[in-house]
């Protein structure tokens, strides 16, 4: 008898689950399972917000696939559970792979002025676009960026700012685009690079990693 992984997805900041409406992996050897962020309790550190993510995994051994900040959240998760791969994808695995801006924007506390209280309150995107490819990319924004609590918005951008992680985990899969904005591949070292890559290539790439990701779980 084969055996099922058990793979969950966190999707990236303020992003809906659907984010992986696309991934397809082969049902006789693969289980899909993701979980959606939670509202943070007041002043929860990014390790008790983990422990409470973990109340999600419901086997043991599973494989976590991280998005973005998800790719942080499942490294947090990961010191835990027992899991049998550690996946992220356009997202960062050290503080030190944060770009200069975010470092920045962590010396100045800036991040505290970021106006959080707006955006959770934009209920069309494409009210706020100029041109047909602005226009799809806000509908992209519209569809996917769904999780606009301020006080989630608060803690996930203060989190990411302030992530601490030293040191690379052993054993971790880094997946990267190379054309990612939001984290430049030229401060990520020792990853899988995807050509042409973006930040949002979950969506878009969907179908390299429905022909990769099982290898690489299973490898």
Same mark, same amino acid.
């Given at each position: 008898?084969?055996?099922?992984?058990?793979?969950?997805?966190?999707?990236?900041?303020?992003?809906? @689950?659907?984010?992986?409406?696309?991934?397809?992996?082969?049902?006789?050897?693969? @289980?899909?399972?993701?979980?959606?962020?939670?509202?943070?309790?007041? /002043?929860?550190?990014?390790?008790?917000?983990?422990?409470?993510?973990?109340?999600?995994?419901?086997?043991?051994?599973?494989?976590?696939?991280? @998005?973005?900040?998800?790719?942080?959240?499942?490294?947090?998760?990961?010191?835990?559970? /027992?899991?049998?791969?550690?996946?992220?994808?356009?997202?960062?695995?050290?503080?030190?792979?944060?770009?200069?801006?975010?470092?920045?924007?962590?010396?100045?506390?800036?991040?505290?002025?970021?106006?959080?209280?707006?955006?959770?309150?934009?209920?069309?995107?494409?009210?706020?676009?100029?041109?047909?490819?602005?226009?799809?990319?806000?509908?992209?924004?519209?569809?996917?960026?769904? @999780?606009?609590?301020?006080?989630?918005?608060?803690?996930?951008?203060?989190?990411?700012?302030?992530?601490?992680?030293?040191?690379?985990?052993?054993?971790?899969?880094?997946?990267?685009? /190379?054309?990612?904005?939001?984290?430049?591949?030229?401060?990520?070292?020792?990853?899988?690079?995807?050509?042409?890559?973006?930040?949002?290539?979950?969506?878009?790439?969907?179908?390299?990693?429905?022909?990769?990701?099982?290898?690489?779980?299973?490898?």
């Amino acid at each position: 008898m084969k055996q099922v992984n058990h793979v969950y997805f966190v999707p990236g900041m303020a992003a809906d @689950v659907s984010i992986f409406e696309f991934i397809n992996l082969p049902k006789d050897r693969f @289980v899909k399972h993701t979980i959606p962020w939670k509202i943070p309790e007041k /002043n929860e550190s990014i390790a008790d917000y983990a422990k409470r993510m973990c109340e999600e995994i419901e086997h043991k051994d599973c494989v976590l696939i991280g @998005v973005s900040f998800g790719g942080i959240m499942v490294q947090e998760m990961s010191k835990y559970l /027992n899991v049998s791969k550690l996946i992220i994808i356009s997202s960062v695995k050290n503080r030190h792979e944060l770009p200069r801006r975010i470092k920045l924007v962590r010396k100045t506390k800036a991040y505290k002025l970021m106006p959080t209280a707006l955006v959770s309150k934009i209920d069309n995107w494409e009210k706020l676009a100029f041109g047909d490819f602005a226009k799809k990319r806000a509908a992209l924004y519209q569809k996917y960026l769904s @999780v606009n609590d301020k006080t989630y918005l608060d803690w996930a951008i203060e989190k990411i700012v302030c992530w601490n992680q030293e040191k690379t985990m052993e054993g971790i899969v880094h997946i990267h685009g /190379n054309k990612d904005v939001v984290f430049p591949i030229s401060h990520i070292k020792d990853c899988i690079t995807i050509e042409k890559g973006t930040h949002v290539m979950i969506i878009n790439r969907a179908r390299w990693f429905n022909k990769h990701l099982p290898e690489i779980i299973e490898n």
